[in-house]
């Protein structure tokens, strides 16, 4: 089966870093994704991983070991804006249709 | 990246009338459409997947009564919640994918979703 495990809340001081981690079981693999939802909003893509390795995009940077079935989601100069939900997601198995599971979703907190 | 148009964004229905709720792909044609049911503070869970032109596949505990699907064009699916119950309330969020096509294999285009409250 698939799991996918990551912390339901965390809380960081704006202008900090914070790093949301994400564990998954897959029975296969074709790329790990984050996406951010703000509350009431649909979610919207952050980032795409498929080769072991840190993924630079701006203030966010995504890393991902396979060997390890392991992901995180790396924020930097963190802003109140950046308060919303990341949410970690994996393609159901090995397909490449769209088919998404997501895990349970990290609430993140910014504080001034 | 490809848009994908939700409508409505919010619905109040009273218990036991039937809501429909409309998907469209406005820059793409998707032969597949996903739809999600997220209950607050939760994460997304899949309900269905949408197939143009064929019936929908239904996750396990869904009902494909409750919940109709129909995808009769390349541009839109349709989610119906037929006798819609308090405890259907929720944020109904459909996706497409390019699959291959896209700048990411299997990266979804989310809708803006839909708030129902059922009364």
């Known amino acids: 089966g698939q799991n996918i495990d990551q912390p339901t809340e965390m809380t960081a001081t704006e202008g900090a870093i914070v790093q949301i981690n994400c564990t998954y079981q897959?029975?296969?693999?074709?790329?790990l994704f984050w996406y951010q939802q703000h509350a009431g909003e649909a979610p919207t893509f952050l980032s795409y991983?498929?080769?072991?390795g840190l993924e630079e995009k701006g203030r966010f940077s995504s890393f991902l070991s396979r060997s390890k079935g392991y992901s995180y989601l790396l924020l930097k100069e963190l802003q109140m804006k950046d308060s919303a939900s990341y949410l970690c997601?994996?393609?159901?198995?090995?397909?490449?249709?769209?088919?998404?599971?997501f895990g349970q979703g990290t609430t993140l907190q910014v504080k001034p | 990246g490809a848009v994908v148009s939700q409508h409505p964004s919010w619905v109040i229905c009273k218990s036991g009338t039937s809501v429909k709720i409309e998907c469209r792909s406005l820059?793409?044609?998707?032969?597949?459409m996903f739809w999600y049911r997220q209950f607050p503070k939760q994460s997304l869970m899949l309900m269905a997947t949408?197939?143009?032109?064929?019936?929908?596949?239904?996750e396990q505990g869904v009902e494909k009564d409750k919940f109709l699907i129909n995808h009769a064009s390349l541009t839109l699916s349709t989610l119906t919640v037929t006798s819609a119950h308090p405890e259907d309330s929720s944020f109904y969020i459909c996706?497409?994918?390019?699959?291959?096509?896209?700048?990411?294999?299997?990266?979804?285009?989310f809708g803006e979703g839909s708030r129902l409250t059922v009364l």
């Open positions: 820059d793409f044609q998707a032969t597949t």
């Open positions: 996706s497409a994918s390019l699959g291959g096509r896209g700048s990411h294999t299997g990266e979804l285009f």
């Open positions: 997601a994996t393609p159901w198995g090995s397909s490449n249709t769209g088919k998404l599971i």
């Open positions: 991983n498929v080769l072991d």
């Open positions: 897959t029975s296969g693999f074709n790329g």
């Open positions: 949408s197939n143009e032109g064929s019936k929908a596949t239904y």
